[in-house]
């Protein structure tokens, strides 16, 4: 509409999902899903705050704060708080919407939301950072509950920020109870919490290799952005199962592997004490066997590659990248990151799916590929409601069926929706996106949040 102002990232979501419902069989069959699709893309409530907090020199600092509490159609609103100078509407709707659908394909009973502050924790003390939490949540507690919106981490929010967080809740609520997820495992957090997005996208691609007919992972050079614990405790999971991890990166650049050994548990071991330090990739120690590439992301810079798996930010894999990742024989994209490709990307992808069939490559959308993190979010809660704590290898399992019937959901669904020629592999964008739609759109009609003309 013409009297809003333009939120790039969220018409981006809204329209990657408009687009594959509109270019299948669903409203033909259900023309009356339109009104649901109009209503849907409205949140249902929209918070913004300041937050007003003291740094070390005893100055006043100010920030914006939000909580754009989407969908509860399924349940309480779900979804992360993120800390990040780039915060605004556009982003945390965007998030908060893919969010909706994403949580669906659990199926594990969670809403969609999303919130943040446009802080900037890099370089900040740790004093500064516990009064800016503790700023953060006297507004924010105020909206939140666990039956209501259980937020969680994302990035710049991590165990010491959820901690501070949720101290400052128990403190103004007088309540102890699973109002955020990610929390320490001695009060009340979940076993595979931070490994779960990383093995969760890990576990979804391997039944993409498996549906293919490609095999397993072993012997396969995967190609993965960002450095943080999406795409360190994938790096992990996939050297486990026998794959060559070829490529990290941050916002400053990109580690590319230059031997066949590629890049080791020993290298992401260190990485991850950079990162937990807050420091740069530039700052990584390596043998030679790594090279630093500045300013770049990994796609063009990796070779030969079977496997991409962007798990950094939204928007990191542009149309020329995914040229250059089908040039360079990729054969399987799956987003660990939000919206990690552009819709130009997704289109070059979609395109040769369509046109190689069987050769071609094959892409999985972050609300299915990467739903692994709120789902063992969901699992901390119903351990939290429990009072109980699951064994490792017990959440380890749910993770893996949760990952499998996500892959299955949208495989089907597109099938059942989604006209394809002899040997084509099915859609998964579209079919994660219907099979997630759907599941909403008819919750809210039975909820009266929306209606058909008798």
Known sequence: ??????EPEFEQAYKELAYTLENSSLFQKHPEYRTALNVASIPERVIQFRVV?????????????????FNSALGPY?????????????ILKFLGFEQIFKNALTGLSMGGGKGGADFD??????????????????????HIGADTDVPAGDIGVGGREIGYMFGAYRKAA????GVLTGKGLSWG?????PEATGYGLVYYVGHMLEYSGAGSYAGKRVALSGSGNVAQYAALKLIELGATVVSLSDSKGALVATGESGITVEDINAIMAIKEARQPLTTFQHAGHVKWIEGARPWLHVGKVDIALPCATQNEVSKEEAEGLL????KFVAE????GCTLEAIEVFENNRKEKKGEAVWYAPGKAANCGGVAVSGLEMAQNSQRLNWTQAEVDEKLKDIMKNAFFNGLNTAKTYVEAAEGELPSLVAGSNIAGFVKVAQAMHDQGDWWSKN
């Open 121 to 142: 924790p890099k370089g900040k003390s740790d004093a500064e950072i516990r009064r800016f939490c503790c700023a953060f949540m006297a507004e924010l507690s105020k």
């Open 53 to 69: 907090w003291e740094d070390d020199n005893g100055n006043v600092q100010v920030n914006r704060g939000y909580r754009v509490q």
């Open 78 to 90: 779900k979804g992360g708080l993120r800390l990040h100078p780039s915060v605004n509407l556009s």
């Open 327 to 330: 040039a360079a024989g990729c």
């Open 336 to 339: 660990g990151s939000n919206m």
């Open 174 to 177: 007088n309540r102890f109870e």
């Open 1 to 6: 509409m013409s009297n809003l102002p333009s």
């Open 189 to 193: 957090g979940s076993l595979i919490r």
